[in-house]
């Protein structure tokens, strides 16, 4: 894979039993990048079979997100631009936490009314997400907010949020079509699904 090169070996085989049997070791991070949201490192891992490898590693303060049940049922969406994919995408709201000690679930309230307008009556954690464990440790803890009232949007200089409401269905529809595609946004979606079949 792109994100790891061996640069040592010591020439025996290993089978996968006796490599589960052995530890990771990390013998360095180096920060590369230091970034507004995200550092970037390259690590120096000494794996199983004895090899010297190095892995990128990205390091993120964590963030969390939000699931609103309107009463009549639908799920409040955010569309918003994301340069990553330089269009835009339909997710539901979201935002990076104030510092790492910052409780996820006031975060959580905090985005959706910066993002909707919407203050929750309710919120009861749904699902914990790790987007890329490959390369990142993002984690994202999702809630439910429920008994919503309206007030004002709080967005930052650079948002420009469009609010949305669908139906679970409708939601479930674009997931599976392939036009909603965001991680955090499956897992909340389905999830919920799942805890309310009914709906």
Not at 130 to 151: S, W
């Amino acid at each position: 894979m792109a994100c790891r090169a061996v640069i040592s070996k010591e020439g025996k085989d290993f089978g996968m039993e006796e490599a589960m049997s052995e530890e990771f070791k990390r013998l360095k991070r180096e920060l590369v990048y230091k970034g507004a949201i995200v550092d970037f490192y390259k690590d120096t891992i000494r794996v199983p079979n004895g090899n010297i490898v190095k892995w990128d590693f990205i390091k993120h303060q964590g963030a969390a997100a939000v699931v609103p049940v309107r009463e009549d049922g639908k799920l409040l969406m955010v569309r918003q631009y994301r340069n990553a994919l330089d269009r835009y995408t339909l997710e539901i709201p979201a935002g990076g936490l104030n510092g790492a000690d910052e409780p996820t679930r006031e975060a959580a309230a905090r985005e959706l009314e910066e993002e909707t307008g919407y203050r929750a009556g309710k919120l009861e954690w749904l699902i914990t997400v790790r987007t890329t464990v490959a390369f990142c440790n993002e984690k994202i803890d999702i809630y439910l907010a429920t008994d919503l009232t309206r007030g004002k949007q709080h967005l930052d200089e650079d948002e420009f949020i469009n609010v949305e409401a669908y139906t679970v269905q409708e939601l479930c529809d674009k997931i599976l079509s392939g036009e909603i595609e965001d991680s955090k946004t499956i897992a909340a979606v389905m999830s919920y699904r799942a805890k309310f079949p009914q709906v």
